[in-house]
Every structure is written in structure tokens, then in C-alpha cells.
């Protein structure tokens, strides 16, 4: 599987975004797939999961404003990102997961897109 994520760049504090993670291959449906970022300094963290059984996931602190979605025909997973926040500055990444395993957890994931780098000024 190759993953291609877009949808990033510079947007205002409370604006809105919406990033696509591209796959190839034909059973992208059954990967369970998830959105990570990494600020500068930080590690990567969680920010959500479509998992193969169906259910979507969030981090804690982002489901208010966070929405994963994917469209397994078009085999391409989005997050769509609202009321952001300088916070939130990060370079994101697609992953996909094909044995599953825990969804917050980035050594599950088997593939990765390049990133796509997200800004929110003040």
C-alpha cells in the first residue's frame, strides 16, 4: 500500500481544513487507517482512527473538533478539521494498520504517507 496525504498548509486560528490520504491498492477497505501528527521537538502523536471493523476513534482532546471519515470506493481516508489551533501547528500523517492491533498505538501501523504539514497562526 502507498499513501499519499495533501490538504495541509497555512490556515487561521478558528479556520477550518480538510486533508485526504490517497491509497493505492485494492483493499484499502480492509486496513484499519488513522491520522497522526508531530509538532517540532514532540513526538507523534494520535489523532484519529477508522478501524477495519467500522468504528472511528479520537484523541481525547480533538473529537470536538476532529472527523474522520474514508470512502473505500475512492480508497482515500479524510480528516476534516475545524476551530483550529496554533496548537494544532503539526505535520500530519496517514497510516495503515493490516493486523489491527490497538489504533493509538503507531508501531501498529504497517504504511505511511509523506505528511503533510498543517499551520494555524494567531
Known amino acids: 500500500v502507498q499513501l499519499q496525504a495533501s490538504g495541509g498548509g497555512l490556515v487561521q486560528a478558528g479556520g477550518s481544513l480538510r486533508l485526504s490520504c490517497a491509497a493505492s491498492?485494492?483493499?484499502?477497505?480492509?486496513?484499519?487507517m488513522g491520522w497522526f501528527r508531530q509538532a517540532p521537538g514532540k513526538e507523534r502523536e494520535f489523532v484519529a482512527a477508522?478501524?477495519?471493523?467500522?468504528?472511528?476513534y479520537y484523541a481525547d482532546s480533538l473529537k470536538d473538533r476532529f472527523t474522520i471519515s474514508r470512502d473505500n470506493v475512492k480508497n482515500t481516508l479524510y480528516l476534516e478539521m475545524n476551530s483550529l489551533k496554533p496548537e494544532d501547528s503539526a505535520v500530519y500523517y496517514c497510516?495503515?494498520?493490516?493486523?489491527?492491533?490497538?489504533?493509538?498505538?503507531?508501531?501498529?501501523?504497517?504504511?505511511w504517507g509523506q505528511g503533510t504539514l498543517v499551520t494555524v497562526s494567531s
Open positions: 497510516g495503515a494498520a493490516y493486523y489491527g492491533g490497538d489504533y493509538y498505538d503507531n508501531s501498529n501501523y504497517d504504511y
Open positions: 491498492g485494492r483493499t484499502f477497505s480492509t486496513y484499519g
Open positions: 477508522s478501524w477495519s471493523g467500522g468504528g472511528t
